[in-house]
């Protein structure tokens, strides 16, 4: 099994930032890729932001609405992706979640889901 653990989020004014975290651990042999996702009432769930490692290459994407002002890195020694989120705007207000994709030990792929974590854009 993997855990993830979530970190970050909150309320914080228009034009204001912040930065969450989500750290990877169980039987991992190898992550594919780490990213977040958002989820705002009465609307689909979409992509925020996703980064995938190839050897010392990262490859990022972000989704339209977020491009230019959130930034997603990433720690591969302690799967753990970090996603920095400035220039925040009210329509930002949803639950993100982190999602991660990979190879347990045995061979066998996963692709787990974090609990959620609230963010909320508002003065």
């Known amino acids: 099994q993997v855990q993830l653990v979530e970190s970050g989020g909150g309320l914080v004014q228009p034009g204001g930032s912040l930065r969450m975290s989500c750290a990877a651990s169980?039987?991992?042999?190898?992550?594919?890729?780490m990213g977040w996702y958002r989820q705002a009432p009465g609307k689909e769930r979409e992509l925020v932001a996703g980064?995938?490692?190839?050897?010392?290459?990262?490859?990022?994407t972000y989704g339209d609405s977020v491009k230019g002002r959130f930034t997603i890195s990433s720690d591969n020694a302690k799967n753990t992706a970090y996603l920095e989120m400035n220039s925040l705007k009210p329509e930002d207000t949803a639950v993100y979640y982190c999602?991660?994709?990979?190879?347990?030990?045995?061979?066998?792929?996963?692709?787990?889901w974090g609990q959620g974590a609230q963010v909320t854009v508002s003065s």
């Open positions: 999602n991660v994709a990979g190879v347990y030990d045995n061979g066998d792929s996963f692709a787990s």
């Open positions: 169980g039987n991992i042999f190898s992550i594919t890729v």
């Open positions: 980064i995938s490692s190839v050897g010392s290459r990262s490859y990022s």
